[in-house]
């Protein structure tokens, strides 16, 4: 007991010396004193920084609708009557369609031949007037020359007295009938077809010889190279036919190198091909000079005719182009 109670007076006085903050000296059960023991230190404390509120985002005031249109979908009126962009796919408008030129190009339309000088004319060879036994555009053969023989001289025999004879009166020549008033002349018909002439034709084929002379023997003054090009028929001759074109060229051609098909060529400076027979009617075609094309339709009593270049079929007034005679009704 006596040793006991010094042990409690020291856990008492450390006790008391913990509580109040000293240092504590601890003893060992021997009742040495052991080296202090100083409490742990305490943790540093850092002043608390204030937290400032983060202002609240700003709202955009509501905006009112607008009023939908006639032609706003339900779509477009959710939106707040704006419309939606076109979608991605739809394709753009086209742009006006200009109107196409058809030009010439570059082919000629009549050509020398490969055995005609460099030098030749571009006319043909003027046509003499034929004689009735020979044909027309032929060249004559030149005569042999031959001497005359001397007349042997007859003896003169007397001629009896004859009696006087009655003098015939002449009668007065018989008048050709004049035309009736109003009634036009009839046309020249050809000798071989019985066609009227002058008529229009048109070249079959792109290589057409035009010859001095109705025949395989006459020399070729030159060679066509454009097909359905409108020529002049002048005269027959068996089944040849002498024809003229645009630039007044005359010469003879076989009757299998044309067709009753009608053609125009396009004369003077760029015409305008329109849809229909009046200046102000929409373009359909701007046609420059020297395009061929095809004589669809004229009225008699019209300045206006159908035609048809390529794809384009519209209307040109008769002095725009060369292959239809005036007032001529073409079916």
Not at 144 to 153: F, R, Y
Not at 167 to 188: I, L, N, R, T
Request: glycine share 8%; net charge positive.
């Amino acid at each position: 007991m006596a040793r006991s109670a010094p042990r409690l007076a020291s856990i008492a006085l450390a006790l008391v010396l913990a509580l109040s903050g000293g240092p504590v000296r601890a003893q060992s059960q021997l009742g040495t004193p052991s080296a202090p023991v100083a409490p742990p230190p305490a943790a540093p404390t850092t002043p608390a920084t204030p937290t400032v509120p983060k202002p609240a985002p700003a709202q955009p005031a509501p905006t009112k609708p607008a009023p939908a249109k006639a032609g706003d979908s339900k779509a477009d009126q959710k939106k707040g009557g704006h419309k939606a962009p076109p979608p991605a796919h739809a394709k753009p408008k086209p742009p006006a369609r200009p109107v196409p030129v058809v030009g010439a190009g570059k082919r000629p339309e009549r050509v020398a031949p490969a055995t005609a000088p460099p030098h030749a004319a571009k006319s043909a060879p003027a046509q003499t007037a034929p004689a009735q036994t020979a044909p027309i555009g032929a060249i004559p053969a030149k005569a042999t020359p031959v001497p005359p023989t001397p007349a042997k001289p007859t003896p003169a025999k007397p001629t009896p007295a004859q009696a006087p004879s009655v003098q015939a009166v002449a009668k007065p020549p018989v008048p050709a009938a004049a035309a009736e008033p109003g009634k036009p002349a009839e046309p020249d018909k050809g000798t071989a077809t019985g066609l009227p002439l002058p008529r229009f034709a048109a070249l079959r084929s792109d290589e057409v010889n035009l010859r001095a002379g109705p025949g395989t023997r006459y020399p070729i003054a030159w060679v066509y190279k454009r097909r359905n090009l409108p020529v002049k028929i002048e005269r027959e001759f068996e089944v040849w036919r002498l024809i003229e074109d645009a630039d007044g060229v005359k010469g003879w051609v076989h009757q299998a190198t044309l067709t009753g098909r009608r053609g125009v060529l396009i004369t003077g400076a760029e015409r305008t091909l329109r849809a229909t027979a009046a200046d102000t009617a929409a373009p359909v075609a701007r046609l420059q000079p020297g395009v061929v094309g095809q004589l669809v339709h004229c009225d008699a009593a019209s300045d206006w005719c159908q035609v048809q270049v390529k794809e384009y079929r519209g209307f040109l007034r008769r002095s725009e182009f060369w292959g239809s005679a005036t007032g001529e009704a073409v079916n």
